[in-house]
């Protein structure tokens, strides 16, 4: 059971690949796949070597035939010869022979249920009696028992992986594309292991969209628990992309499950160098990791959350907050020029011009707090949140110069909520409030708005223990969740393998927004950073964390996949010519895949899919359908532009 208010690891069984243990006591692994050809053994090799030399813990290779399995059989000993005793893993898609020959040679063995005898997924609608489906499962468990009994012998650990985007037709049939059929997909796979004794077991449930990812996560620890399996966990978020986006949304999903103490290694895929994730995840890994041994949280779960299926907390609209409405984004943008005792840079503070260069740039806060002091020109439409002594005293004077305009009251101020009629308030609270300050205020007025800030080791823990104290006691007000960091550009101090402040900022944010928004418990965001990032960096990564977690579409969505030995074009200048060409087309999610192993799967989520088909050649998608087959990769673009276009203008 999983423990909301106080963090603490997932027991689970340990795993042994090579000399590296996963699981149990031993500390989050972090690994990485490489992108060269598997028969490439020099490119292999260096490649491998880079992504240890960063902190990578195990290293995965695509293995698509034997040749390449065999292959691992060099690149394994060049690795040794070299002094690194880092295990490997080999990659198997749609060929159960060539994981027979990959547990010879590799450490570990990743096979997809999705196509490790299934066929390839075709979106085909198959009818099964029970007895078929027996059938298929037994056939199922005599192609997997000797591959299970090879890598007995040869003390190999195995991964079954799992993909949303690769689900057999046969599962999706029975189950549909659910966290359901995804989960039992592994499932079927894991009972066979467990009958045949073999317990050296990773197990890995990944989609590109972070909300199946997750709730598929929680999903399958039950359903283990349930059958006493407590194998390690590995996380990650496929297809991610690259850049920032990639890295926010690989934190929101694999942060939402780290700080509940599940994982035991993850990769997070981005669509650069290999060896650029390590860093990524191990920071990931570490900031979480801080929240060990924190002061107790003494909360109460209310009786009518469940962590396996979370709706969206009932909530009374206040404005455009709360109820049905997207949550909101709140930017500090102090109008006075900072004071000499702020770590703040120049860029903190803006003035009236810089404000409307960089709601030219970005997407406009929906609120913006400005202190004491009002901007001298306010912005038509523009929402504004001013401190609630000078609310009062402007209100007074009659000198209110917009109706936009809305007052925020610290706890110690709840008394004067009463005093000021306006539609809307805030009220910044912190869990350990006594309830009976709050409370009564709360029920009374329905018109405030919650801020719940936290400066707890374990801030979600206090946050989500707020929400929960306001459920348990039927409050509908709406929450809005503050998050505030230090972090500042220091070359001096800046590590080579060490995220910028700017990443390490983007990091921490989505990791600790990932479960509140799993858990529809966020109405809006409001971060902070007390150090010299600009703010419409601050700005803009609390609108990607809303993205990432599939609450709040306000830009292009690109789900590319990290590329790998099975990448059949130029992946990354691909997604550079495809960003730069659509980057205007707000909400719009283009897939650009390496290969047909996730593609179409994955991409089902997606508008438009762009798809290795074979050496040099793409094919387009339109949703999950194919529409255009095996086009020359320097006239893909075009034709994907083409595509768009024309369905635009229907």
């Known amino acids: 059971m999983i423990n909301l208010f106080n963090y603490e690891r997932r027991k689970s069984t340990v795993t042994h690949v090579g000399a590296l243990d996963i699981g149990g006591d031993n500390p989050v692994r972090v690994q990485s796949m490489t992108t ?152 079927e796979f894991l009972r066979i292991f467990k009958k045949q004794n073999f317990n050296d077991i990773v197990i890995s449930i990944k989609a590109s969209n972070t909300v199946v990812m997750v709730r598929s996560v929680r999903l399958l620890i039950a359903e283990m628990d349930k059958e006493d399996m407590h194998y390690p966990l590995h996380l990650g978020v496929t297809e991610a992309g690259e850049g920032e986006d990639g890295r926010i949304k690989s934190a929101v999903g694999i942060g939402a499950l780290l700080n509940d103490g599940i994982g035991d290694t993850i990769r997070v895929s981005l669509s650069e160098d290999p060896e650029c994730e390590i860093p990524v995840a191990s920071y990931l890994t570490r900031y979480v990791r801080r929240k060990q041994g924190h002061l107790i949280v003494p909360a109460e779960t209310y009786e009518g959350f469940d962590y396996l299926h979370p709706e969206r907390r009932e909530t009374e609209a206040v404005g ?170 220091d070359s001096a101090q800046q590590a080579s393998n060490t995220p910028s402040a700017k990443e390490r900022f983007q990091l921490e944010a989505a990791a600790d927004m990932g479960a509140l928004m799993i858990d529809g418990l966020t109405d809006g965001i409001w971060l902070m950073n007390n150090g010299n990032l600009p703010q419409e960096d601050v700005e803009q990564t609390a609108f990607a964390i809303l993205q990432a977690g599939r609450l709040r579409m306000v830009k292009t969505e690109y789900i590319s996949c990290p590329g790998c030995g099975r990448t059949l074009y130029d992946l990354r200048t691909t997604i550079a010519r495809i960003k730069e060409a659509t980057k205007g087309m707000k909400g719009l999610k283009i897939g650009i895949m390496g290969c047909i192993v996730n593609g179409p799967g994955e991409m089902a989520d997606a508008d438009y899919g762009y798809v290795g088909a074979g050496p040099k050649k793409v094919s387009l998608y339109r949703k999950k359908v194919c529409v255009e087959r095996n086009i020359p990769e320097e006239d893909a673009v075009e034709h994907l532009l083409a595509l768009i276009k024309s369905d635009q203008e229907k």
């Open 36 to 187: 060269t050809r598997t028969d490439d053994t020099p490119s292999s090799v260096a490649q491998a070597e880079r992504i240890i030399e960063a902190g990578g813990e195990l290293v995965r290779l695509t293995t698509q035939g034997k040749k390449e399995a065999e292959n691992l059989k060099n690149i394994n000993a060049q690795l040794r010869a070299d002094g690194y005793k880092t295990p490997l893993c080999a990659d198997v898609h749609f060929n159960a022979n060539v994981a027979d020959v990959a547990a010879l040679y590799a450490e570990k063995v990743r096979i997809n249920p999705g196509n490790y005898v299934d066929p390839g997924r075709t979106f085909k609608i198959l009818e099964y009696t029970d007895e078929e489906y027996a059938l298929e499962l037994k056939r199922i468990e005599d192609r997997l028992t000797p591959f299970i009994n090879i890598c007995k012998e040869n003390h190999t650990a195995v991964r079954i992986g799992v993909n949303h985007g690769s689900l057999s037709d046969r599962i999706m049939s029975r189950y549909g594309d659910t966290p359901e059929g995804i989960v039992e997909s592994c499932m």
């Open 320 to 489: 455009n907050i709360g109820g049905d409405n997207v949550p909101v984004v709140i930017a500090t943008r102090p109008i006075k020029a900072a004071s000499s005792s702020s770590t703040g840079s120049e860029s903190d503070t803006l003035s009236d011009d810089t404000s409307a260069t960089v709601a030219a740039q970005l997407p406009l806060p929906d609120y913006i707090y400005v202190n004491d002091s009002l901007p001298e020109n306010i912005v038509k439409g523009q929402k504004y949140i001013l401190d609630y002594n000078v609310y009062i005293q402007l209100a007074s004077e009659g000198k209110l110069p917009s109706a936009d305009i809305y007052p925020i009251f610290p706890t110690e101020a709840i008394p004067f909520i009463g005093t000021i009629n306006t539609k809307l308030k805030f009220l910044v609270l912190k869990y350990g409030t006594p309830s009976e300050e709050f409370t009564a205020c709360l029920k009374h007025h329905p018109e405030v708005v919650v801020i719940s800030m936290s400066t707890h080791q374990n801030k979600l823990a206090e946050q989500r223990a707020l929400v929960h104290q306001m459920m348990i006691a039927g409050l509908k007000n709406p929450v809005v969740f503050a998050q505030m960091y230090q972090h500042s550009n």
